[in-house]
């Protein structure tokens, strides 16, 4: 059985992939740093419908700590499945925007992404076969006013997925980052409207987790063994 690990995995989306790739068979490790009871129920949930499932506490930002805590954690078996979905909002103009703000969102993004990735790439090569999807944004693809912080570390991200992709495609693993547009959700509920959604998007409503989680277990899939080195939209047409 292979091994997933999510990282940000009790986020809206995070907790529909996790659902959806324990559907699909995978072992999962769904992670979190602060929201320990959303982790234990989404955990029970994946084990009433008997599948496996278990739970990994650390900071991504923390290289130290998230090193310790993933070379332990693939020791005995490799994770061959690695959704990096962790990441923030600290949403002002740049103008406005305080230097701690600034870093806060990189350093989950983006030095998150290293964090975790980096220690757990030997074991995978090593085994021949992985998956490695990074979450971006729509915001990372066209900019956001208010999201500099963020889109330059989703944009970043970009840029390292088609690098990494590279590094790794004869290896037999692939990697791709996924950029939804707007969709369901609490912090979507807390910024736009009905209204707002419907003149943004082009199909005028706000895609669901599953959706996303559907496109994820795809790219995890034996079908999508040649697909790499991709940033694929998920928007409703926006862009």
């Given at each position: 059985m292979k091994k997933v690990l999510v990282t940000g995995g009790t986020g809206d989306i995070g907790e529909a992939i996790c659902l959806r790739l324990a559907h699909q068979g995978f072992h999962?490790?769904?992670?979190?740093?602060?929201?320990?009871?959303?982790?234990?129920?989404?955990?029970?949930?994946?084990?009433?419908?008997?599948?496996?499932?278990?739970?990994?506490?650390?900071?991504?930002?923390?290289?130290?700590?998230?090193?310790?805590?993933?070379?332990?954690?693939?020791?005995?078996?490799?994770?061959?499945?690695?959704?990096?979905?962790?990441?923030?909002?600290?949403?002002?103009p740049l103008a406005g925007m305080t230097y701690q703000d600034w870093h806060k969102v990189i350093n989950v993004s983006l030095n998150g992404f290293y964090n975790v990735t980096q220690p757990l790439l030997m074991p995978m090569i090593s085994t021949r076969w992985g998956r490695i999807i990074n979450m971006s944004s729509i915001a990372g693809v066209m900019g956001n006013r208010g999201q500099c912080n963020y889109a330059a570390a989703k944009s970043a991200l970009h840029g390292a997925t088609k690098s990494l992709a590279q590094e790794l495609a004869s290896r037999g693993i692939t990697v791709n980052a996924i950029a939804p547009g707007i969709i369901q959700g609490n912090m979507t509920e807390a910024s736009f409207d009905k209204q707002a959604i419907k003149s943004l998007v082009p199909m005028k409503r706000p895609g669901k987790p599953e959706e996303v989680a559907a496109l994820t277990a795809f790219l995890c899939s034996d079908d999508a063994a040649y697909i790499s080195g991709q940033i694929i939209g998920i928007n409703g047409a926006m862009a």
């Open positions: 999962v490790i769904i992670h979190t740093n602060h929201r320990q009871e959303k982790a234990l129920h989404i955990a029970e949930k994946i084990q009433k419908q008997g599948h496996s499932v278990e739970i990994i506490y650390f900071d991504v930002t923390n290289h130290d700590e998230t090193k310790e805590k993933l070379v332990k954690l693939s020791e005995i078996h490799p994770i061959q499945v690695i959704i990096n979905n962790a990441g923030i909002h600290y949403d002002a």
